[in-house]
T-cell receptor, first 108, second 116 residues
Framework: KNEVEQSPQNLTAQEGEFITINCSYS?????LHWLQQHPGGGIVSLFM???GKKKHGRLIATINIQEKHSSLHITASHPRDSAVYIC??????????FGAGTRLTVKP | KAGVTQTPRYLIKTRGQQVTLSCSPI?????VSWYQQTPGQGLQFLFE???????NKGNFPGRFSGRQFSNSRSEMNVSTLELGDSALYLC???????????????FGPGTRLTVL
């Protein structure tokens, strides 16, 4: 079993829909990243969380440390949000572990 | 500040050769981590360097090695290339305190290595 599980693997949405991507992990961590990877490979760090909730524009990320679970929400989705979203956890030794990613396609 | 840069961006090698990839971190960042991304295995951690010392290492064979220079630039080397080493190699830099602290990581664009 992978230490970091994401769901769903693939997600197709219509423009404007509310989107949720989930991440569950089994190791103790000091922080969790949500990353966005567009075609071509470049990775951008969207959020780093160690507790609670963070919001940036239409993106919201939450984490529940006790339940070892995090969610990434996108409100009013747009085709430019189409990308692979990757959950990555930071165990205390700073050795980042990655989920398999969620491929999001937002159709106009 | 300039972002993380990686060179070369694309590389084609044949089996048995060796390759060296370079990563220049954001100015002031002392930690550089390397990752391999393949369609089958996804993203995997290779190693992390901090102040010229390897601080953490992932589960890769000894053919994969790296080093960091005094200016924080880092190189990784893969010897005796195998077909399965074809991947996107990403580096990320961070302002890293000592172990146990979390750090936001800034990724470079990656080097796409193809082994024929």
């Amino acid at each position: 079993k992978n230490e970091v599980e994401q769901s769903p693997q693939n997600l197709t949405a219509q423009e404007g829909e509310f989107i949720t991507i989930n991440c569950s992990y089994s190791v103790g961590i000091s922080a969790l990243h949500w990353l966005q990877q567009h075609p071509g490979g470049g990775i951008v760090s969207l959020f780093m969380l160690s507790s609670g909730k963070k919001k940036h524009g239409r993106l919201i990320a939450t984490i529940n440390i006790q339940e070892k679970h995090s969610s990434l929400h996108i409100t009013a989705s747009h085709p430019r949000d189409s990308a692979v979203y990757i959950c990555a956890v930071l165990p205390n030794n700073n050795d980042m572990r990655f989920g398999a990613g969620t491929r999001l396609t937002v159709k106009p | 500040k300039a972002g993380v840069t990686q060179t070369p961006r694309y590389l084609i090698k044949t089996r048995g050769q060796q390759v060296t990839l370079s990563c220049s971190p954001i100015s002031g960042h002392r930690s550089v981590s390397w990752y391999q991304q393949t369609p089958g295995q996804g993203l995997q951690f290779l190693f992390e360097y901090f102040s010229e010392t390897q601080r953490n290492k992932g589960n890769f064979p000894g053919r994969f090695s790296g080093r960091q220079f005094s200016n924080s630039r880092s190189e990784m080397n893969v010897s005796t290339l195998e077909l399965g080493d074809s991947a996107l190699y990403l580096c990320a830099s961070s302002q890293s305190a000592s172990g146990g602290h979390y750090n936001e990581q800034f990724f470079g664009p990656g080097t796409r290595l193809t082994v024929l």
